[in-house]
């Protein structure tokens, strides 16, 4: 019955858990996750020139690759601008157009979508060129190995801007603690 598709059980109960009340894209992609990997770092904002710092946040990533690599999603929790207000979260989803190595990139929540090219099918070093929404792009390139992630980008519209996200790789347990230090004593929310 499953032949050629040895996905659609796990997609099928993946789609089950998320009518039985799942929460999102991430609920369907820790299900048919063929690997889920976890960075814990800093995300650091300054003028286009890089001179003038703007800001200095903690960020987070969990990254989930699906399908042989056909499908990434990516949650980034970065630090909220004020300690009593909860974390602020992302969900990217990334679909490979056929057999190419450029994927289409779509937010869970928000106007974020655009490309993202991958230089080989170790999804290991990509450029980026997304839409933000309000007249804002972002462009810039990444890469990951086994000691972390390096994302730098380029924020064009209203507010120029550069941003650099540098991770380190950590284990499930430790993402999950870090997480949940971020989250505002439950009287401040």
């Known amino acids: 019955m499953w032949r050629g598709r040895p996905w659609l059980p796990r997609i099928c109960a993946a789609l089950l858990a998320l009518a039985n009340g799942g929460d999102g894209a991430m609920s369907v992609a820790a299900d048919i996750a063929d690997a889920v990997n976890h960075y814990v770092g800093t995300s650091v904002s300054s003028s286009p020139d890089g001179r003038i710092p703007y800001n200095k946040t903690d960020v987070f990533l969990k990254r989930a690759t699906a399908e042989g690599g056909r499908l990434v ?22 679909t490979r157009r056929g057999e190419s190595l450029e994927y289409d990139v779509v937010a869970e929540k928000g ?79």
């Open 73 to 94: 999603v990516e949650t980034w929790t970065r630090s909220a601008p004020s300690p009593s207000m909860p974390p602020v979260v992302s969900v990217l989803r990334l």
């Open 111 to 189: 106007a974020r979508s655009g490309i993202v090219t991958f230089a080989s099918g170790a999804l290991d070093r990509w450029t980026l060129d997304l839409d933000l929404g309000d007249g804002r792009r972002e462009t810039g390139t990444g890469r990951i190995s086994g000691a972390g992630v390096r994302v730098a980008k380029t924020v064009e519209g209203a507010r120029p801007m550069r941003v650099v996200d540098e991770l380190r790789a950590v284990s499930g347990e430790v993402y999950e603690r870090e997480i949940a230090s971020m989250r505002p004593p439950k009287q401040a929310e």
